[in-house]
């Protein structure tokens, strides 16, 4: 079992910057994939971004291209999501989600083992 917490969420005015992250613990070595998704109440839960298990390689949501950036320290079991240029629209909890399994896609939640419980970013205009 892979136990995710994620951290650094908040009330930013627009325009400005934070840095989400996500501790993980557990059996760590078994997780390929990790990935932000965003979601509104009421509202299906979105990909933000993703990153390999290397890091190597990195895929964003056309909403978070050039202005968010997706980084993991995997020996320190941590995942972050730098978010430049925030805009009312990014308002959401943000959640940080593993996969167990390698190969699979990086959008759909179903892809993704587990979930950390998601932090609150509230942007302000």
């Known amino acids: 079992q892979v136990h995710l917490v994620e951290s650094g969420g908040g009330l930013v005015q627009a325009g400005g910057s934070l840095r989400l992250s996500c501790a993980a613990s557990?059996?760590?070595?078994?997780?390929?994939?990790m990935a932000w998704f965003r979601q509104n109440p009421g509202k299906e839960r979105d990909f933000v971004a993703s990153?390999?298990?290397?890091?190597?390689?990195?895929s964003y949501a056309d909403s978070a291209k050039d202005r968010f950036t997706i980084s993991r320290d995997n020996p320190n079991n941590m995942l972050f999501l730098q978010m430049n240029s925030l805009k009312p629209d990014d308002t959401a909890v943000y959640y940080c989600?593993?996969?167990?399994?390698?190969?699979?896609?990086?959008?759909?939640?179903?892809?993704?083992?587990?979930w950390g419980q998601g932090t609150q970013v509230t942007v302000s205009s």
């Open positions: 989600a593993a996969q167990a399994v390698n190969g699979r896609l990086s959008t759909p939640v179903m892809g993704y083992d587990y």
């Open positions: 557990g059996r760590t070595f078994t997780i390929f994939r």
């Open positions: 990153i390999s298990r290397s890091g190597d390689t990195t």
